[in-house]
C-alpha cells in the first residue's frame, strides 16, 4: 500500500476485460483515436474524506499487459490489470489520475475533489454535453440522512423541488450550465442542522455548434447551373466519434430524408428551385436548425430575338395562313411573347411559355394584314426586341372592266379617246391591252395610243383606230404565282367627220381630177380640136362599178349626151384584188382630147358641171401616188375595219 495526498491505499481490481462497443462505426472511430478512456466509480467529481474509488482504463481493443497510471502528471504505479481502486483517501488537494496503455497513448485526466464539508453537492466527474444525463446528488457526511433538499443554479431555485437527493436532468443543454449547490438538514449530535454545500461550477458542453447553411456559389446562381448547398457545424473534439445527421429544407418543406454528408447538391437549378433554404443537425435528442439561406435563380436574360416569316418573305395571298415565329437564342425560365404590328404599342398577343420559340398565327390574312412587324421577349428583364419584317398581304387581281371616256361606242375621227381599266379587287395591278385580239402594237401608218397605269390615251382618234378593245390586269404574287383578269370586249366605231367626208377627198383627190378637168374644158373651148388629158391610171385594173355603189343620180351623162364628137371619157372603178368582195377603192376618169363641135344636149354653160365619182381611201390625206398605189400589195388585205362609200356629186 502506498499512501499519498488523495489516497490511503490502491488495490489491483478484476483482469483487463474488453470493454463493449456500441457498433461498428464507434469502433472505427475509436480504433483512430488512439487514446484510452478512464472511467471513476461512483461517477463522482467530489467525495469525504476516507472514501474509496476505482479507476477504469479502456481502450478500444485489448492492449498489451502492461498498464501504467500517473497522478498529478507523475508516475505512480504500474499494473497489468485495467483497474485500479483507491480506499480510504485522505485530505489534500485535488488529485488528478491518468492511465496509460501500450500503443494508445495517455488518457484525458480525471479530477477528483476530497471534502471536509458536512454537506456536498456532487457532479459527475466527466465532462456533460447537450443531450446527456445531468445527475447531480446532495450528499452528507458519510452518507448520512439528509431531509428537506433543495438545489440552487446561480442563486436560483431549480423547480420543481425534489424530495428525494439527486436533481436529475434528462436531457442536459447548454443553459442548463451555470454555478450549482444545495440545501438541506441533517441531524447532528445534538440537534438537526440546516446545512449548505459548497458551489460547484457545472457546463454544459455543446456537443456541435449551430449549423450555418452555406452555398458553394458566391451570388446567385444562374439557372441551369448546379447549385451546392453545405450545412456546416462544429463537433466537439471530445465527441469525435459522434455521426451527426442533417436534414434540408426548402420553404419549410422537408427535402428527403437524413443526409449523413453536410452537403445537398442541385445538379441543374431551375427557376422552381428559388426560395427559404435552412438545415437541422441531429444527434440522438439534440436538433439544431441553421438560419435561412434565400436562394434566387437568376434567368440567363433574354437575347438576339429573331422573328421568322411564313411565307417566306412574308409574300402572303390573301385568305392564306399567315405565321408569325418569334424565338430567342439565349434566356431561359418562363418567357413573355408579344407581337406588334408597324409603330403600335398596343400588342398583337402576348403569351407566356416555358420555351424558346412562340408562334403568333393568323389564319386567313387579309390586305389590311400588311405593314412591319416585330415581337418582343421577356423573361422578368428588360424586354428585347427583334428585328423587323415586312409582309405584304396581296390580292389576286379579279373583276377587270374596260370602260371609254365617253357615252356610246362611236368616236368622230381626229377626237381624243381615253379607255380606262379598273378591277374590283387586287393588290398592284398591271394593264395589257388588246386590239382584234392582239396585244396593242402601233398600228400601221397611224398614231400610236398612249398606255399609262390603267389608261389608254388616243390623242388624236383616226379611222384604223376602230375595233375591239379588251383589256387584262394581272399580278403576281410570287415567281410561280401570277393572276389574271380579262375584261368584256368594248367595240369602238370611229367614224368620219361630216366635213371630212367633202373636204379631204376634195382638197386631195378630187382637187387633181378637178384641176385636170378645168384644163381640159379650157384647152376644149379654146382649141375646140385640141384637148389636154389627165389621166388617173389604175395599173391597169379597168373594171365596172358595182350597181350597189353607183346610183342613177352619180351616174356621169353618157358621153354621147354631151354631143362630144372626140373620144368620150371612159369611167373605171377600181376594184380590191378580191371582186367578190364587192368594196370600191376609188374610181378613175380617163379624159381623152378629141376635136368637134360644141357638144349638144349639154347644160347651159353657166350651169355646166361634171360628175365624178369617186370614194373615200383609207389614208385621210390621199395623194396621187396613193391613189396610183391603192392597190395592196401582193398578198396582202386591206383591213376588215376600212368602209368605203361612193359619194355624190358637187
Known sequence: MQRGACFAAVRQQAPFTEPRMPGRAALLVLATAQKPTLTL???????????????????????????????????FRSTEENSLRIENIKMGA?????????????????????????????????????????????????????????????????????VNSELFIKQAKTRDSGRY????????????????????SISVQELFSSPVLRAAHS?????????????????????????????????????????????????????????????????SSVWKQSPK?????????????????????????EGERLVLNCSVTMGTGPITFSWYREDSNQALRTETRSSQRMVYEIRAATETDTGEYYCMASNGNAPAPSPRVKVAVKVPVSGATIAADRMGPEVMAGESLNLSCSV??????????????????????????????????????QLGHGGNYQCIASNQLSPQRVFQARSEILAITVIEHASSRVVVPVTVSFLFLLMGVTAALVFYFKCWKKAEGMVFNAQGRDTRLPAQHESPGQRLPAPGSLGLQA??????NVCPLEPESGEVEYTVVNIKKRSGDKPKGTLPRDNEEYYVSYSVLPDPKPTWESAAGA????????????????????
Open 94 to 162: 485535488p488529485c488528478r489520475y491518468q492511465c496509460e496503455a501500450p500503443g494508445f497513448g495517455r488518457s484525458d485526466p480525471v479530477q477528483l475533489t476530497i471534502s471536509k464539508d458536512w454537506l456536498i453537492l456532487q457532479a459527475p466527474y466527466y465532462a456533460v454535453f447537450e443531450g446527456d444525463q445531468l445527475r447531480l446528488r446532495c450528499y452528507g457526511w458519510w452518507g448520512a440522512k439528509v431531509s428537506g433538499i433543495s438545489y440552487y443554479r446561480d442563486g436560483t431555485k431549480v423547480e420543481p423541488s425534489h
Open 567 to 572: 373620144e368620150e371619157p371612159s369611167y373605171g
Open 41 to 75: 466509480d461512483p461517477p463522482w467529481s467530489t467525495v469525504f474524506r476516507g472514501e474509496s474509488v476505482t479507476l477504469t482504463c479502456s481502450t478500444s481493443h485489448p492492449p498489451g499487459r502492461r498498464f501504467t497510471w500517473y497522478h498529478n502528471d507523475k508516475f
Open 181 to 200: 449547490h444545495c440545501t438541506g438538514s441533517m441531524r447532528t449530535p445534538v440537534i438537526f442542522t440546516d446545512f449548505s454545500s459548497p458551489k460547484v
Open 424 to 461: 374590283e379587287s387586287g393588290t398592284a395591278p398591271l394593264f395589257k391591252w388588246l386590239h382584234n385580239a392582239q396585244e396593242l402594237a402601233a398600228i400601221s401608218g397611224l398614231g400610236p395610243p398612249t398606255a399609262v397605269g390603267n389608261t389608254l390615251y388616243f390623242g388624236s382618234v
Open 631 to 650: 392597190r395592196a400589195p401582193e398578198g396582202k388585205s386591206l383591213p376588215d375595219s376600212d368602209l368605203y362609200e361612193n359619194v355624190p356629186h358637187l
Open 293 to 317: 439561406l434565400k436562394i434566387a435563380v437568376k434567368r440567363i436574360p433574354v437575347s438576339r430575338v429573331f422573328l421568322e416569316v411564313q411565307p417566306l418573305r412574308g409574300q402572303v395571298t
Open 219 to 283: 451570388g446567385d446562381p444562374i439557372e441551369g447551373s448546379p447549385v451546392t448547398l453545405s450545412c456546416v457545424t462544429q463537433l466537439n473534439p471530445q465527441k469525435s466519434d459522434t455521426l451527426l445527421q442533417r436534414f434540408f429544407y426548402k420553404d419549410s418543406r422537408a427535402l428527403g430524408e437524413a443526409w449523413s454528408s453536410p452537403d445537398y447538391h442541385i445538379p441543374v437549378a431551375g427557376l422552381q428551385d428559388s426560395g427559404s433554404y435552412h438545415c437541422e443537425v441531429q444527434f
